[in-house]
């Protein structure tokens, strides 16, 4: 079982789309995938669910513990303002500590509208990730102009779809 | 005029007293300072002030035109999970597109509780800032077991009062 | 008068080429510019003009004075292996200690192959400058592409020439 | 077998004696480990083993093929000027492309002077190693103030050691 996070809050993301599509991939190697979907946090989760009221929201809870009984995870991210959306790491200040992310598995896939891509998310999101103690697939994917390589719920895109095949072959054997 | 920003929405926090003693070094300099404190963005802004709902949080509004108004910034940051707090990005997330910071003067103050310091949030908060065309200020003070060095409101670590001098002169120049 | 580092050893380098471009656009705007190209720097310079050999090869010096008497600096960045090449830093590396680049104001050109762009070469040259202290102008202009974008000794890529311009304009004033 | 590359080539580093403390530690858990010194490279190799050099100088081979061999990597890196030392980057541009690092396992061990720690250069190298496909360990150990916790070629800080250990522990079964 696999874990894909989609890393935004915002409605009928493009993300949320890549991550169904990422679980589709992963059904045709016959590996089962949930998906977590940042759009459905509790609306006031950076108050409620952080600092002193860490574990105290219910309802962020249900992520947590997802995430905390995950093996392996697919983060999948768009670049906003040269980094990741900073919901994302606000989700993940909300999470236990010491992090249940800790000697877990973690794949990376960006998504940027432009076509300079993802690199820098990535980056950051990986600097976080070590410090929570997660091992990172070397491999990361990164989908630039995304909108346009996306038709009907699949990456329309040849190459993209090679990259997505061999990270996923890579991290079933991670 | 200059626009301290204490980026954290944690209630109480030392980045909150960090920024008024800056303010307080400022003022001994003849130079004004406003705090901005994300602790008191309205507790569902980001859902409600991102993405399609950009500009139109009245309370998030606020605090989006002080940054609009400000030339020169200062941002005190904690380093949690290995980067800086998720609600600074988002609150940026909010912020007008094209960025206002563009073209403004920025220096970074970096808090940690470990002696390890706040490297990586200060370079992935520099990233940031620069996608958003804003210009950096070299110097970069990091102010590790900051809970340690802070007495009734003050500093009182030698080293850290005269790099915080050192940067003060450096900003006001700038 | 502005100095333009080429960033790399490589002979014949597109760096060099776009350093010139750049020296050429800074002369329409009646502002000199010196270039200081790399692949001219001592073949052993890494054995012969560092730790204990820091200042005392004589060929490295006038590297070294150059930067030294530099007050602007524009860095054109290839990137190579997901950052900039190895030789830029072992050059840093060499160059006094503290450093002359301290106040000193810097702007950043990336150049790439892929469509992908330079942005990890610079954020991680950026880590490198602030750490020495020199001030970043936050506009940091990156050339994908840019083999097919460079004919003759000029930037044809319309765009990209005037990110270069805008660039050129904000560092003057800078 | 597991190879250890102390990443700077100043004579009689710290990371030397890091390294081989690492294998002596690596030892005791029936591991064995090889060690790449980089201050034995060819004196002139950034020129003679780079670009259309590359591949073309049998001293440099004799390192290249130690890499190409490894299957388990610790990179002992030292951190200057904010990040690691040039030469490692130029060493990583000198090997075979695609990299024989791709797919392969890394884990990071970091040494600074002063007590800020090496965040910086094992952010920056992480990114290098990913591009390049390898998979990272989660947990990078990072020594602050070495020189004081050395004392005849072994690491003498109580928690330093801890967290040595539990990074072996965690590399022998990655």
């Given at each position: 079982?696999?874990?894909i996070i989609?890393?935004?809050?915002r409605?009928?993301?493009?993300?949320r789309?890549?991550?169904?599509?990422?679980?589709?991939?992963l059904?045709?190697?016959?590996?089962?995938?949930?998906i977590?979907?940042?759009?459905?946090?509790?609306?006031?989760f950076?108050f409620?669910?952080l600092?002193?009221n860490?574990?105290?929201?219910e309802?962020?809870?249900v992520?947590s513990?997802?995430v905390?009984?995950g093996e392996?995870?697919?983060f999948v991210?768009?670049?906003?303002?040269?980094s990741?959306?900073?919901?994302?790491?606000?989700?993940?200040?909300?999470?236990e500590?010491?992090?249940?992310?800790a000697?877990?598995?973690?794949a990376?896939?960006?998504?940027?509208?432009?076509?300079?891509g993802?690199a820098?998310?990535l980056?950051?999101?990986?600097?976080i990730?070590s410090?929570?103690g997660a091992n990172?697939?070397?491999m990361?994917?990164?989908?630039?102009?995304?909108?346009?390589?996306?038709?009907?719920?699949?990456?329309t895109?040849?190459?993209?779809?090679?990259?997505?095949?061999?990270?996923?072959?890579k991290?079933?054997?991670?």
């Amino acid at each position: 079982m696999i874990t894909i996070i989609s890393c935004t809050n915002r409605t009928q993301s493009l993300s949320r789309i890549v991550a169904e599509y990422y679980q589709s991939l992963l059904a045709a190697h016959n590996t089962k995938a949930q998906i977590i979907d940042l759009q459905g946090l509790p609306k006031d989760f950076v108050f409620s669910a952080l600092y002193g009221n860490a574990g105290k929201n219910e309802s962020f809870n249900v992520y947590s513990d997802q995430v905390a009984q995950g093996e392996k995870f697919v983060f999948v991210v768009p670049e906003y303002n040269g980094s990741f959306p900073g919901v994302l790491k606000a989700f993940i200040d909300g999470l236990e500590y010491p992090s249940k992310l800790a000697d877990k598995k973690v794949a990376l896939v960006g998504l940027s509208s432009g076509m300079q891509g993802s690199a820098l998310a990535l980056s950051h999101l990986t600097d976080i990730l070590s410090y929570l103690g997660a091992n990172l697939l070397g491999m990361r994917v990164k989908l630039p102009k995304v909108e346009e390589n996306l038709k009907n719920g699949k990456v329309t895109n040849e190459l993209y779809n090679q990259l997505l095949q061999e990270q996923i072959q890579k991290l079933i054997t991670f």
